[in-house]
T-cell receptor, first 115, second 112 residues
Framework: GDSVTQMEGPVTLSEEAFLTINCTYTATGYPSLFWYVQYPGEGLQLLLKATKADDKGSNKGFEATYRKETTSFHLEKGSVQVSDSAVYFCALSDHSGGGADGLTFGKGTHLIIQP | DAGVIQSPRHEVTEMGQEVTLRCKPISGHDYLFWYRQTMMRGLELLIYFNNNVPIDDSGMPEDRFSAKMPNASFSTLKIQPSEPRDSAVYFC??????????FGQGTRLTVV
């Protein structure tokens, strides 16, 4: 079945550091890929998405490129801020048939940014 | 729009009791999803509706769980009887398409 694997956290960085959160996936077809962010005490918010190979999703300084050859969708940001501290979830949705619609999530990566 | 609204935000109940979680989706959205989040299993899709009709409930863990969507603006997830292993955060999400979605703030359920 479909699955998403993220690097385990917590990831602790200093403000203005470069961020990479790795995400790889397994899917039977050609999934759409997503990054969601969950701030403390809140629900998940869609951060960015990509629907086909080589697409780059971007939002709020974050970006991720859909790499079909490596089945990856790594999240990057050039200069993180304390306000970026949250849990980040990589997710996919596979429309090729079989399984449920909706999203398959990774376990989440807790990001802590220190001033 | 206020976004997806879930209630209650927190629920503590005794084992064996019935628990009902509620969700009001974003107006105009035709898909509604229920997810469960635990430390061990992460986020799992339980069930989703399209135009108020349940489409896939294969993620519902067992018969103790049931979900309804009587109209486009309201859905419930019911657990009867509840067990300690049901303790989790339950999220509702709505969308205009089969993927993505806007999530509510979640209901933290504790069964003691």
């Amino acid at each position: 079945g479909d699955s998403v694997t993220q690097m385990e956290g917590p990831v602790t960085l200093s403000e203005e550091a470069f961020l990479t959160i790795n995400c790889t996936y397994t899917a039977t077809g050609y999934p759409s890929l997503f990054w969601y962010v969950q701030y403390p005490g809140e629900g998940l918010q869609l951060l960015l998405k990509a629907t086909k190979a080589d697409d780059k999703g971007s939002n709020k300084g974050f970006e991720a490129t859909y790499r079909k050859e490596t089945t990856s969708f790594h999240l990057e940001k050039g200069s993180v801020q304390v306000s970026d501290s949250a849990v980040y979830f990589c997710a996919l949705s596979d429309h090729s048939g079989g399984g449920a619609d909706g999203l398959t999530f990774g376990k989440g990566t807790h990001l802590i940014i220190q001033p | 729009d206020a976004g997806v609204i879930q209630s209650p935000r927190h629920e503590v109940t005794e084992m064996g009791q019935e628990v009902t979680l509620r969700c009001k989706p974003i107006s105009g959205h035709d898909y509604l999803f229920w997810y469960r989040q635990t430390m061990m299993r992460g986020l799992e899709l339980l069930i989703y509706f399209n135009n108020n009709v349940p489409i896939d409930d294969s993620g519902m863990p067992e018969d103790r769980f049931s979900a309804k969507m009587p109209n486009a603006s309201f859905s419930t997830l019911k657990i009867q009887p509840s067990e300690p292993r049901d303790s989790a955060v339950y999220f509702c999400a709505s969308s205009l398409a089969r993927v993505g979605g806007f999530f509510g703030q979640g209901t933290r359920l504790t069964v003691v």
